[in-house]
């Protein structure tokens, strides 16, 4: 539904119930919990909408990958679709029996090749061990990959080594902590500053933020289509001009969108 709706049905049941009584006509019981069950489900719409976990999250300067919009990607296709066509005993794990007949599939899927697909193979998040792992390999890589060239050779690898060591012949855990990124700086401004102006880690200020998303230039107070809804029909030119074309003209085809970001 329209967000125009939602507000209007939380206003009058705003007015409904917390105006004076005095004013109010004589109402059933019936009547009142309907006018109740509106008001909770407009109210439960509206504290779910993207752009008020952007505005809640910048209130209290919480801006990571997993804040305000900036979450996960959302498809059709994840763990619990998976499970419902080859999780056969329904015991939470995927095994190359009940997945026959598709080729590679399974390694694919198995990403922590422990010989069993399970959701957290499936767990793209920002907290998925997976993601972890690959994330602290990839420093550790770049690190030692001196003329990135996507390879570390024996050269590259003693010439490390030899940092490291700095003239012993073994290496302990504190040598290899060196190879850990620095500490984040921490997140958002000092108390007593100016909330205008950036914080301690070059970040937009919140009351930058905020005027960003009230005024359109980070993200939408309009939220897009979610996982199998219809996407709005648009029409535009092409890039030399002489035609229109329509997302509606291209229906039942693969049609990619590429947005540009702020970042």
């Known amino acids: 539904m329209p967000l125009r709706f939602h507000l209007l049905t939380i206003c009058a049941a705003i007015v409904l119930l917390a105006g004076p009584a005095q004013a109010q006509p004589p109402t059933s019981d019936a009547c009142v919990a309907e006018t109740k069950r509106i008001f909770l489900q407009g109210l439960e719409w509206f504290l779910e909408r993207e752009a008020v976990h952007m505005a809640r999250d910048i209130a209290r300067e919480r801006m990571g990958p997993m804040d305000g919009w900036f979450r996960p990607s959302q498809s059709r296709y994840g763990w619990k679709w998976l499970a419902s066509r080859f999780d056969k005993d ?3 794990s995927i095994f190359p029996k009940e997945l026959p007949g598709i080729s590679g599939a399974f390694a694919t899927l198995d990403r922590d090749g422990n010989g069993a697909i399970t959701a957290t193979d499936l767990d793209w998040s920002p907290a998925a061990p997976y993601l972890k ?3 602290l390999a990839g420093q550790w890589f770049g690190r030692t990959d001196a003329d990135a060239n996507g390879r570390i050779s024996r050269q590259e690898w003693d010439a490390l080594f030899d940092k490291l060591a700095k003239g012993k ?3 302990t855990s504190e040598d290899l902590k060196k190879l850990l990124p620095p500490a984040p700086p921490p997140k958002g401004i000092g108390k ?6 950036k914080g301690s880690s070059g970040m937009p200020s919140p009351a930058t ?3 960003g998303l009230l005024t359109g230039e980070i993200g939408s107070l309009n939220e897009g289509p979610r996982p199998g809804q219809r996407a709005p029909d648009f029409t535009l030119p092409t890039h ?3 035609r229109q074309i329509a997302l509606k ?3 039942g085809k693969p049609v990619v ?3 540009g970001s702020f970042t």
Do not use: W
Request: charged share 30%; hydrophobic share 35%.
């Open 209 to 211: 933020m905020m005027h």
């Open 249 to 251: 003209d291209f229906r």
């Open 192 to 197: 007593g500053k100016d909330p205008s102006a």
């Open 169 to 171: 012949d073994y290496l």
């Open 90 to 92: 329904n015991d939470g």
């Open 257 to 259: 969108l590429i947005f």
């Open 133 to 135: 792992d690959t994330a």
């Open 240 to 242: 030399d001009g002489t």
